[in-house]
């Protein structure tokens, strides 16, 4: 088992930034591909950003390319979203996922364990 715990979330201004963490513990982390996705209400969720386990191939959706960065850091078992020039239609629970795989999946049915998840509200 994995236990995933995001961080981070809160209330911030268009055009403003925010960072979130997903700190993981039960097994190795570096086993392990991450990723970020978001759920708005009324809305599916989607996909935001993947990384591999080696942190060296990384993915995004293109709603958040240029302004998002994922990033991992496989000593303190974290995955980060660095999110910059937020807008309101960034508002959303972010939550990041573990699958026990090398590479990248954009599909939450790839992914093997869920955190609970941050609320990040974007005002105009």
């Known amino acids: 088992q994995v236990q995933l715990v995001e961080s981070g979330g809160g209330l911030v201004q268009a055009g403003g930034s925010l960072r979130l963490s997903c700190a993981a513990s039960?097994?190795?982390?570096?086993?392990?591909?991450m990723g970020w996705f978001r759920q708005a209400p009324g809305k599916e969720r989607e996909f935001v950003a993947g990384i591999s386990r080696s942190g060296g191939s990384t993915s995004y959706a293109d709603s958040v390319t240029g302004r998002f960065t994922i990033s991992r850091d496989n000593a303190k078992s974290t995955v980060y979203l660095q999110m910059n020039s937020l807008k309101p239609e960034d508002t959303a629970v972010y939550l990041c996922a573990a699958r026990f795989r090398m590479f990248i999946a954009i599909t939450q049915n790839e992914y093997d364990y869920w955190g609970q998840g941050t609320q990040v509200t974007v005002s105009s």
């Open positions: 039960g097994r190795i982390f570096s086993d392990y591909a």
